[in-house]
């Protein structure tokens, strides 16, 4: 769908429909922490959720919150997740609509809650017809490339730019000031392995959790490839807070300008999906 390819330091101005962005597929209530997208078991690239006790068996004990531990020396600062939506009670209905839509793979909900004139690239190419035969929503609507770009949006929580408009990922708002959107990408995973080479088999030099990482070079994925939910993903070449240099896998780093989803309010009062982009 909506995506800048994956060279993560020339940010591309073009909008690609036929492609997919990797990532998560979880909704994400109002003030919640995303899930994030963990891989195949025994990949080792995230740190599983904890597992919830199942039917018949007792919850934990409650035990004391901890301390939160101070951030590794290798890790830069972090990335905000929040849904701000909350804040407007008629935004919040319109994005649990919205994830309801998305979640369904329904494209005549969506529709309707996306204005006619989108913008979804930045040439003069926009409005809802063109979105919808390039999202392929015309003739493959249930595996339109759209759904999985969305899931990973939602998943990213999101920000108000001002009173009348809201933009997701929440990160696309709220980037860490001083660090260079062209330079630097965001980690959206929990304890992702950041290894010595680019190989599932490289020693793990450290593990970051929804941080900023710096780009190292001109940070194209290389290496051996690690197939994730039927999908292949390489490994981009970053640069740690401490100096080392290190790999991540592909699937667990994001772009701050990579696509991103603009709802905004009509003169009337409503809102309604008014950009899906990606680029600058």
Known sequence: MVKLQRSHKAVLLTVVLGLALTGAACSLKAGQQPV????????????????????????????????????????????????????DPELAVFMKSLREAVAARDKDRLLAMMSDNIKYTFGIDNGKQGFIKQAQLDTNPANSPLWPVLDEILSLGGAFINDRLYFAPNFFVHFP????????????????????????????????????????????????????????????????????????????????????????????????????????
């Open 36 to 87: 994030p997208a963990n891989p195949a078991a025994g990949s080792g690239e995230s740190q599983p959720a904890p597992a919830s006790p199942g039917a018949g068996q007792n919850p934990p004990i409650p035990q004391p919150a901890p301390q939160p531990s101070a951030p590794p020396a290798s890790a830069g600062p972090r990335i905000r997740l929040e849904d701000e939506s909350s804040r």
């Open 177 to 280: 000031e001083g660090y260079d959107q062209f330079e630097y990408l965001a980690v959206i995973g929990d304890g992702v392995a950041v290894r010595k080479s680019p190989d599932p088999q490289g020693a793990v030099l450290t593990r970051l959790s929804y941080t900023v990482v710096k780009v190292q070079g001109g940070s194209q994925p290389v290496g051996s490839e690690v197939e994730v939910d039927g999908k292949r993903y390489g490994w981009v070449p970053v640069v740690l807070a401490d100096g080392r240099k290190g790999y991540i896998l592909d699937k667990f780093v994001r772009h701050p300008l990579e696509a991103r989803l603009g709802i905004g309010k009509t003169d009337d009062g409503k809102w309604q999906i008014q950009v899906l982009v990606a680029g600058d």
